[in-house]
């Protein structure tokens, strides 16, 4: 391996040189053989060793102190002590110079990508490091995500940018301060070495800076792993490596319920069906811990996402954590207008991991894992659990954070389903801010005449504009392709059916319509419908509340615990692409104290804190800083929904 570029490669490592690695994946599950590192089929085999590429100049971008403290690594107590730790951290979370300890690997897996098998995939751009046991005896797997090309890098070079790097590393730390089940990033580290990049596919490459993320995970073992003994699908003709090699898929199921769920191998040690059945399926209470296996971790996770408005993006089989974690931050985003049909990923054309049916994916995966796990485990046992289960921790654990959400905290009431349903419906047909509405409810419940029309006030300025809404709903289609597709759809539905999809083309017909609309709606119209539709909403939501108050003696107790309650479970502040766009323009501009700041705001998001002092007190204030896209203009809140030029933003 070359020396690394640019800094003191012989030196001690005071900070990061004493990690304690038992790397026990690798020797658990097979190592391919082969150590040629070149994109090719890897049969056989789970990992496949690897080397880092050296960049260029290291330089730490941020790092996560809460993160790194997982490896054991205390808080510097001097400024001479971070920039110690700060300088390790560069050479070593760049893959310049490998720990001690380490042992570099590219995992290998498949996917069902957008419902397609897509046969191998693995890790293109991320490598296994090793295994780090801390203090208190936890093990935590670390990776380097961008460190160059493995056996799985395909026709990429293994290589990530500053921009991808800097929202991986943002959400992943802010997604787990929000209290989601998440892998962590612990460093970002970008160099001077530069990769030629097609941001939109567009015929517009140029040139971005090789950026390296710190990956921190008890596993990143995900539903793909097992796929990789599939046989050639039916629609695709694409298989897995390793088809027919049974014994490897036993070791991967010995390898997993013993390392991450072993009270079902303590409660099952004899009988393998029923251990790999309670794998996919029941909780197993111990005295001191409960074991809730990958059905109901999923399901619990996608209902938080579902809690914040959080979009993945692309939630194919190979993104989905075999522990129940947010895996793989690619073109993710938060909702900001509400938006039951929204799809974040820009590539993502037939809307197939729109916001609203991010449940019922993550069921369609969780059925191919089942798929996955025969023999070890039989269809006719699995798809039942999967049928019986899912659906039903799915909404009950959705509805017990949105009772939270909403201040409920005496009562469980059949009607707080229609009650949400209806809060979200009317979110929809004003163009609610998602993350501030909710905010917001914890003042809504006076009965004051007066102050509810100052609340109505208050939350028409998280409606969308008129301004907003022309941009939500622009046609995208030419109007002589519209047309065009229209008679295609009545003349030849086969070939239609090739290349587009109806629900596509009623889409466009409903944008059509309602952007006609807009340009005759006035501000005042606007303004006087989306108060009628929330007054309506605020009466039923006030009766609600009176019961729960029926069932307590003390009002004043009630309501601060309720308003305590709302504010942990609404947060302030989320990763907006706006502010993360912000961040990374700042970062390429070689500023990157913008990615601290919002790191450090993230690590705090239901607290009412702001780095940059006050909100403007003027609402003339926060419209000249909406309007402008550039660093240098007047800077919004963090807790701002978003400025009309980010709706322009996309992410691929």
């Known amino acids: 391996?070359?020396?690394?570029?640019?800094?003191?490669?012989?030196?001690?490592?005071?900070?990061?040189?004493?990690?304690?690695?038992?790397?026990?994946?690798?020797?658990?599950?097979?190592?391919?053989?082969?150590?040629?590192?070149?994109?090719?089929?890897?049969?056989?085999?789970?990992?496949?060793?690897?080397?880092?590429?050296?960049?260029?100049?290291?330089?730490?971008?941020?790092?996560?102190?809460?993160?790194?403290?997982?490896?054991?690594?205390?808080?510097?107590?001097?400024?001479?002590?971070?920039?110690?730790?700060?300088?390790?951290?560069?050479?070593?979370?760049?893959?310049?110079?490998?720990?001690?300890?380490?042992?570099?690997?590219?995992?290998?897996?498949?996917?069902?990508?957008?419902?397609?098998?897509?046969?191998?995939?693995?890790?293109?751009?991320?490598?296994?490091?090793?295994?780090?046991?801390?203090?208190?005896?936890?093990?935590?797997?670390?990776?380097?995500?961008?460190?160059?090309?493995?056996?799985?890098?395909?026709?990429?070079?293994?290589?990530?940018?500053?921009?991808?790097?800097?929202?991986?590393?943002l959400c992943s730390e802010?997604?787990?301060?929000?209290?989601?089940?998440?892998?962590?990033?612990?460093?970002?580290?970008?160099?001077?070495?530069?990769?030629?990049?097609?941001?939109?596919?567009?015929?517009?490459?140029?040139?971005?800076?090789?950026?390296?993320?710190?990956?921190?995970?008890?596993?990143?073992?995900?539903?793909?792993?097992?796929?990789?003994?599939?046989?050639?699908?039916?629609?695709?003709?694409r298989r897995g490596p390793s088809v027919n090699r049974n014994e490897i898929r036993i070791q991967m199921l010995d390898y997993v319920i013993s390392t991450f769920y072993p009270e079902i191998l303590l409660a099952h040690p004899d009988n393998n069906i029923q251990r790999n059945a309670a794998f996919f399926r029941e909780g197993l209470e111990t005295k001191q811990v409960v074991c809730v296996q990958v059905t109901l971790r999923t399901a619990r996770m996608v209902a938080e996402w579902q809690c914040v408005g959080f979009c993945h993006g692309v939630l194919s089989t190979d993104n989905m954590s075999i522990v129940g974690l947010t895996i793989d931050y690619g073109p993710f985003g938060f909702m900001d207008r509400y938006d039951p049909e929204h799809i974040c990923n820009g590539s993502d054309n037939t809307g197939r991991y729109t916001y609203n049916k991010q449940p019922e994916i993550c069921k369609w995966n969780l059925g191919k894992l089942a798929e996955a796990l025969v023999p070890e485990l039989p269809l006719d046992i699995s798809m039942p659990i999967l049928e019986e289960d899912y659906n039903?921790?799915?909404?009950?654990?959705?509805?017990?954070?949105?009772?939270?959400?909403?201040?409920?905290?005496?009562?469980?009431?059949?009607?707080?389903?229609?009650?949400?349903?209806?809060?979200?419906?009317?979110?929809?047909?004003?163009?609610?801010?998602?993350?501030n509405t909710f905010r917001l409810l914890s003042s809504s419940v006076d009965s004051d005449p007066s102050l509810l029309e100052n609340f109505l006030d208050k939350i028409s300025k998280q409606c969308a504009s008129i301004e907003e809404l022309k941009v939500a709903y622009k046609p995208q289609m030419d109007p002589r392709q519209l047309s065009m597709m229209l008679m295609l759809a009545q003349s030849n539905p086969q070939l239609f059916a090739l290349i587009g999809t109806k629900s596509n083309i009623n889409k466009e017909?409903?944008?059509?319509?309602?952007?006609?609309?807009?340009?005759?709606?006035?501000?005042?119209?606007?303004?006087?419908?989306?108060?009628?539709?929330?007054?309506?909403?605020?009466?039923?939501?006030?009766?609600?509340?009176?019961?729960?108050?029926?069932?307590?003696?003390?009002?004043?107790?009630?309501?601060?615990?309720?308003?305590?309650?709302?504010?942990?479970?609404?947060p302030k502040y989320i990763l907006r692409n706006y502010i993360a766009q912000n961040a990374i323009e700042a970062a390429e501009n070689g500023d990157f104290s913008e990615v601290r700041k919002v790191l450090k705001l993230l690590e705090k998001p239901y607290e009412d804190t702001e780095c940059y002092g006050e909100e403007p007190a003027e609402e003339e204030e926060v419209a000249v800083a909406a309007a402008c896209s550039s660093m240098t203009s007047r800077r919004l809140p963090y807790s701002s929904k978003p400025p009309l030029w980010a709706s322009e933003l996309c992410v691929t």
């Open 1 to 169: 391996m070359e020396a690394a570029v640019g800094s003191s490669a012989g030196e001690a490592l005071r900070w990061l040189g004493t990690f304690r690695f038992d790397n026990r994946a690798l020797r658990a599950l097979p190592l391919d053989p082969c150590e040629e590192n070149v994109p090719r089929s890897v049969p056989g085999a789970c990992f496949s060793r690897v080397r880092p590429t050296p960049v260029q100049n290291p330089q730490l971008v941020a790092l996560s102190l809460p993160a790194l403290a997982l490896l054991g690594l205390r808080e510097p107590r001097t400024p001479r002590e971070e920039a110690e730790l700060e300088a390790e951290a560069a050479l070593c979370f760049s893959g310049n110079r490998p720990l001690p300890g380490s042992e570099p690997a590219a995992h290998c897996y498949c996917g069902h990508q957008f419902g397609s098998f897509a046969g191998q995939l693995g890790d293109g751009a991320a490598m296994y490091l090793g295994e780090v046991l801390n203090p208190r005896g936890e093990r935590w797997e670390i990776q380097l995500k961008g460190a160059g090309l493995t056996p799985f890098s395909r026709q990429a070079d293994g290589r990530k940018v500053l921009r991808s790097s800097i929202r991986e590393f």
């Open 392 to 435: 039903a921790e799915f909404e009950a654990h959705y509805m017990q954070i949105m009772r939270r959400k909403l201040g409920f905290i005496q009562l469980q009431l059949e009607d707080d389903n229609k009650l949400v349903s209806d809060l979200l419906e009317t979110m929809h047909v004003t163009g609610a801010d998602f993350t």
């Open 509 to 570: 017909l409903e944008h059509i319509e309602q952007f006609s609309k807009l340009q005759q709606l006035k501000t005042a119209e606007l303004l006087s419908r989306n108060k009628g539709h929330w007054k309506d909403w605020l009466l039923n939501y006030r009766v609600r509340l009176e019961k729960e108050l029926e069932h307590t003696s003390d009002a004043g107790a009630w309501s601060d615990e309720r308003v305590k309650v709302m504010n942990l479970n609404n």
């Open 174 to 237: 802010g997604m787990f301060h929000l209290g989601i089940p998440t892998t962590r990033a612990g460093t970002c580290v970008t160099s001077d070495s530069e990769v030629i990049r097609d941001i939109f596919y567009d015929g517009n490459p140029k040139k971005e800076k090789c950026t390296v993320v710190l990956r921190i995970a008890p596993t990143f073992i995900r539903f793909g792993s097992f796929e990789i003994f599939k046989p050639p699908d039916e629609y695709t003709g």
